[in-house]
């Protein structure tokens, strides 16, 4: 399990999700907020953004915001850090054991993650929701929710197990993937969600027995593709086995067995 250690400048703040944070330095402040960072040209509070009603329209941005990482199971609010008088010092860490990336932005490109693979970003970077993968995507609730950064800075990820870097150009143009191992894309890859095969004996047997539900994630262009090795079910499934728990068999029961 990674942990990151941030080093703020005197008047530097990073945030994160609720839940990702460990520890802090006294003199690093710690406020809970509903809205994200703002965006260029933008001030927290309101502040100059056209009186009455530019203090609405960022309340209307705010619910916008709040109710978008609601549909996609997210963190509600954001815990923003704050070095006052002097360097600080702050910690995070993500929720499964794995690696950490710090992904730089510079402007130009943005970048896509998996929607509990962000961690802490720099004030100065954009955190938005994008739906993605189609009509496939929302009905098999694989790859739909993938969060946006934007904007100029650092952003840190976590994932399970081990990254695995990819370039889908290096592949012929595209790849294909189990929709769990996804951490992480920037701009320029496109992203989709596909059945595997028709609802035949085959495409049954994949779902069934070959353990990887009715979806692949694609991807195709020239860009960087982040993958993990370690899936949360395939962690899930393997605790409940070491527990003990694992009595159904493949087709969920029909050949279980219980001790008597």
């Given at each position: 399990m990674q942990m990151a250690v941030v080093n703020l400048n005197p008047g530097q703040t990073v945030y994160c999700e609720a839940g990702k944070f460990l520890f802090k330095t006294t003199?690093?402040?710690?406020?809970?907020?509903l809205s994200g960072p703002p965006g260029p040209g933008q001030q927290q509070g309101g502040a100059g953004s056209g009186g009455m009603g530019g203090i609405l329209r960022q309340a209307m941005g705010t619910a916008m915001q709040v109710g978008q990482r609601a549909l996609a199971g997210e963190s509600l609010a954001?815990?923003?850090?704050?070095?006052?008088?002097?360097?600080?010092?702050?910690?995070?860490?993500?929720?499964l054991p794995g690696e950490m990336r710090a992904l730089e932005l510079d402007g130009t490109r943005a970048w896509f993650a998996e929607k509990d693979a962000f961690v802490a970003a720099e004030s100065t970077v954009q955190f938005g929701i994008a739906f993605q993968g189609g009509r496939t995507g929302m009905s098999g609730g694989e790859g739909f929710v993938l969060e946006k950064f934007t904007g100029h800075g650092t952003v840190i990820i976590a994932g399970a197990g081990n990254f695995i870097d990819l370039n889908p150009a290096d592949f012929g143009g595209r790849i294909e993937?189990?929709?769990?191992?996804?951490v992480a894309f920037e701009e320029g890859v496109q992203y989709g969600v596909q059945r595997i095969g028709g609802l035949n004996r085959q495409g049954l047997m994949n779902a069934v027995f070959g353990g990887?539900?009715?979806?692949?994630?694609?991807?195709?262009?020239n860009g960087?593709?982040?993958?993990?090795?370690?899936?949360?079910?395939s962690l899930a499934n393997a605790l409940k086995k070491a527990q003990g728990g694992d009595k159904q068999g493949p087709t969920g029961g029909m050949f279980s067995t219980h001790a008597g």
């Open positions: 003199n690093v402040t710690m406020e809970t907020r954001f815990q923003y850090f704050t070095s006052q008088g002097g360097e600080g010092t702050v910690g995070f860490a993500g929720v993937v189990d929709t769990g191992c996804l990887e539900g009715l979806s692949l994630a694609t991807l195709e262009g960087k593709v982040i993958l993990q090795s370690l899936t949360i079910e």
